[in-house]
């Protein structure tokens, strides 16, 4: 099983480095049709294929921030909620989550809003490389985390979430997540072409 998670870290560091980048796709923060998550390890948020401590990264929790972080319902009942938020890494050293975890959450996984979503989509935050020097962004209308509310919890608008970051190397970092009203969000251009 090492060798599949080594190729979905060294095929994401790439691709999806990039990819996070440019994820300023438009469209409304519906994650109804959610994806199954059976590839991930619902104790921990990390996929089941990710393991090992790799040298050089047991500073990553110190040196990755995570800004900006909130959530809202989606879908057609109370049972998903997208968390969106940037992470940022300005030291010389790459870094890779490889899980992300609540004890409000069930599971959490990776989605897109206008994309197909396949393993490799809802496996994102379980080897997802923070590049150095680098901001990733994960809004509405791009890629961003879903979590399934637990059993027994609640996820309600004005409460704060804690969320759990993973690192590659058994650091981790918790980080409030404000909940906010369910919307729509949707990029829209002016007469003139600009964006509102």
């Known amino acids: 099983m090492r060798g599949r998670g080594a190729g979905f870290r060294a095929c994401l560091a790439g691709a999806l480095g990039l990819s996070a980048l440019l994820c300023a796709s438009v469209g409304y923060a519906d994650s109804s049709g959610l994806p199954h998550e059976e590839e991930m390890d619902t104790e921990t948020g ?22 900006n972080a909130w959530m809202q319902h989606v879908g057609r009942n109370q049972q ?4 969106y938020f940037q992470i940022e890494n300005e030291t010389g050293t790459s870094y890779l989550i490889d899980g992300i975890s609540s004890p409000s959450c069930s599971a959490m996984f990776g989605y897109h809003s206008d994309l197909e979503v396949g393993t490799l989509t809802r496996q994102l935050f379980t080897h997802l490389t923070v590049p150095e020097k680098q901001m ?32 590659l190397g058994g650091s981790s970092k918790t980080v409030s997540f404000d909940v906010r009203g369910a919307k729509p969000y949707r990029v829209s251009a002016s007469p003139e072409g600009k964006l509102k």
Not at 46 to 62: I, M
Not at 146 to 161: H, L, N, P, S, W
């Open 46 to 67: 990390k996929s089941k294929f990710v393991s090992a401590d790799v040298p050089g990264q047991e500073h990553a929790a110190d040196d990755v921030t995570i800004k």
């Open 136 to 167: 990733l962004v994960f809004p509405p209308g791009g890629y961003h985390l879903v979590c399934t509310v637990a059993d027994g919890k609640t996820i309600e608008q004005g409460m704060q979430i804690p969320v759990q970051f993973h690192f």
């Open 80 to 83: 998903h909620v997208a968390a």
